[in-house]
Every structure is written in structure tokens, then in C-alpha cells.
């Protein structure tokens, strides 16, 4: 398709996906950054009522760093694998005049291919960092598999 028939000299495309990639991509990994950072700083200034024992505050502490490494991990893993795709895109549209040149469609591919397996790391990172979710994945694991050998 040709945007130049559809949306003339105008700068109106560009714009557009401008505002897609700052509301979409942008704006999220600021939010998401925003977020987990409130959730640490709460975690942190928790008041525990009752006994402080070392064993309590060193299982608080351990889960305190896991959390934090879980947030960071996270909008890291959005962040790489959504703006090389966003910079791809830019490139399309101010540098490749929305043709792709020849030498380019692998990093193409590659950033497309890099973007969408976000999808799949993000879980891999929740299964990584929290034993409630891998307690749950073993969970439904074994409730599928159950059901597999005793059908209804």
C-alpha cells in the first residue's frame, strides 16, 4: 500500500504512530517503573507488629530483594524488547521513507521477532523470581495431568 495515496504529504502518519509508541511503549515502561517503585518503597517502610525475630526479618529481607529483582527484571525485559522495535519503526517511517532497504530486513525481523517474545519472557520471569508461581504452574500441571487420566 502506498501511505503517500491515503494520507498525502502530511506528517498525519507519522504522528500517529509517534502517539502509538509513546502511549503503547513509552508511557508503560515509565508507568511500570513508577509502580514497581511504589510497591518497594512500600515493602520497605513496612511496619511489622510483634516480635521481630532474625529469622522473620531475614525471610522479609530475602523476599524484599526477590521482589525487587523481579521488578527490575521485568521493565527491563519490556524495555529491551519493545524500544529496538520502536526504533526500527522510527526508522521506517523518517529514514526508509517506509520502504525497507534490502540490507535491513534482517534487524527487521530480528527486532519484530525481539518485541513479541516479550510475551514469553515476562511469565519466565515471574516463574523465575516467585515460588507462588511456580507453586501454581505445578498446580495446574498436575490438575491437567489429573485430568487427562481420570476424564469426565
Not at 54 to 79: D, H, P, W, Y
Not at 139 to 144: A, D, N, P, S, V
Request: charge should be positive; aromatic fraction near 16%; include cysteine.
Amino acid at each position: 500500500m502506498l501511505w503517500k495515496e491515503t494520507f498525502g504529504d502530511s506528517l498525519s502518519l507519522a504522528n500517529y504512530f509517534l502517539a502509538g509508541f509513546i502511549v503503547f511503549i513509552y508511557l508503560p515502561i515509565v508507568l511500570l517503573a513508577m509502580l514497581y517503585s511504589n510497591i518497594l518503597f512500600k515493602l520497605r517502610s513496612q511496619v511489622h507488629p510483634g516480635e521481630h525475630s532474625t529469622n522473620a526479618e531475614e525471610q522479609r529481607t530475602r523476599r524484599n530483594e526477590s521482589v525487587l529483582k523481579m521488578a527490575i527484571a521485568i521493565v527491563l525485559g519490556f524495555a529491551i524488547c519493545w524500544v529496538p522495535w520502536t526504533v526500527t519503526l522510527l526508522l521506517l517511517m523518517f529514514a526508509w521513507n517506509f520502504s525497507v532497504p534490502c540490507s535491513a530486513v534482517d534487524y527487521v525481523t530480528f527486532t519484530m521477532f525481539l518485541a513479541y517474545t516479550n510475551y514469553v519472557i515476562n511469565p519466565l520471569i515471574c516463574f523465575t523470581f516467585s515460588s507462588n508461581y511456580r507453586q501454581g504452574l505445578k498446580r495446574l500441571i498436575h490438575c491437567f495431568s489429573s485430568a487427562a487420566v481420570f476424564p469426565a
